[in-house]
Nanobody, 114 residues
Framework: VQLQASGGGLVQAGGSLRPSCAYS????????MGWYRQALGKQRELVAN???????NYADSVKGRFTISRDNTKNTMYLQMNSLKPEDTAVYYC?????????WGRGTQVTVSS
């Protein structure tokens, strides 16, 4: 399994970005997916996840601003990020989990300027 995150970038506070994560493999539709982020000097934290059945979970800091989704026909996961804040600046990683198998992508940088 390989995960390729893309769609990060530099945006002003209040702006939006929509990173995506392409999953190469045959069992995407039954795999739980998620986004984590790590800011400079801070621990990695869960941003949001979406289970194979479609249920979602969000960190309190992003609730109401971020929306995680998946397209099982394209083996792709998305993170719609609105009302971005400077504190959202981080490297964003996509992850997949199926049973004991846990995979991480290389990350995409999101920078929010004030």
């Amino acid at each position: 399994v390989q995960l390729q995150a893309s769609g990060g970038g530099l945006v002003q506070a209040g702006g939006s970005l929509r990173p995506s994560c392409a999953y190469s493999g045959s069992i995407f539709r039954i795999t739980d997916m998620g986004w984590y982020r790590q800011a400079l000097g801070k621990q990695r934290e869960l941003v949001a996840n979406i289970l194979s059945g479609g249920s979602t979970n969000y960190a309190d800091s992003v609730k109401g601003r971020f929306t995680i989704s998946r397209d099982n026909t394209k083996n792709t996961m998305y993170l719609q990020m609105n009302s971005l804040k400077p504190e959202d600046t981080a490297v964003y990683y996509c992850t997949s989990k199926y049973g004991f198998y846990d995979y991480w992508g290389r990350g995409t940088q999101v920078t929010v300027s004030s």
